[in-house]
């Protein structure tokens, strides 16, 4: 008996040891997304979302997103030159307009300016959008869906000195597939 016994607890050690060196209790961001490539696109799936990009945008996580319901970014290009799509999803109790509605008057109050306003489908769901100019005159575009009680964002800056014309084709790419898994 004692001869099982010692036999089971080294298969359980075993175990445990190919778990660890496998890397299936790393910290690394990039071992949570799932990214394949094909024909010029990237499939992006992590944290309950998934979304195409173009080939040429990256995973990229920002060390210092404090928000809670903040899930990850992905970036095109380098340093001052870099373009974001970051992405959000928090619990909403009320409904897309009552959210939109909230964030719009907030945005005054930033020192906004909003240059363009849509409603489109995200997700097979009624979608909101709006594109800003923040308090440095920086372009950026929101926007807002919901699903199952809880409010998803996907914002979108282009880098420095770019205009939002040179993000949105690579952003319809990413709203047109995304989908909440």
């Known amino acids: 008996m004692l001869p099982r016994i010692i036999s089971s607890m080294g298969l359980v ?3 445990f040891s190919i778990v660890v060196v496998s890397g299936c209790t790393s910290n690394d961001p990039l071992d949570n997304v ?6 010029g696109i990237k499939h992006f799936e992590s944290e ?3 979304f195409n990009a173009s080939i040429n945008w990256s995973f990229y996580k920002m060390e210092n997103e404090t928000a809670d319901d903040y899930l990850f970014s992905i970036s095109k290009g380098t340093d001052e030159n870099m373009d974001l799509i970051h992405f959000y999803a928090g ?3 009320g409904t897309l307009s009552e959210y939109v509605s909230s964030e719009k008057k907030e945005i005054p109050l930033r020192n906004w300016t909003i240059t363009s306003e849509k409603e489109l489908t995200v ?6 959008q709006i594109s800003a100019l923040n308090q440095e005159n920086k372009p950026l575009i929101k926007t807002w869906f919901m699903k199952n009680g809880t409010i998803y964002t996907i914002y979108a800056v282009p880098s420095a000195g770019k205009n939002l014309t040179s993000i949105e084709t690579d952003l319809e ?4 597939t995304f989908h909440v898994i």
């Open 173 to 176: 790419i990413v709203i047109s």
């Open 13 to 15: 050690i075993l175990i």
């Open 91 to 93: 619990n909403y109790n």
């Open 34 to 39: 799932y990214k394949t490539e094909s024909t």
């Open 123 to 128: 997700d097979g769901l009624p979608a909101y």
């Open 48 to 50: 309950g979302i998934s």
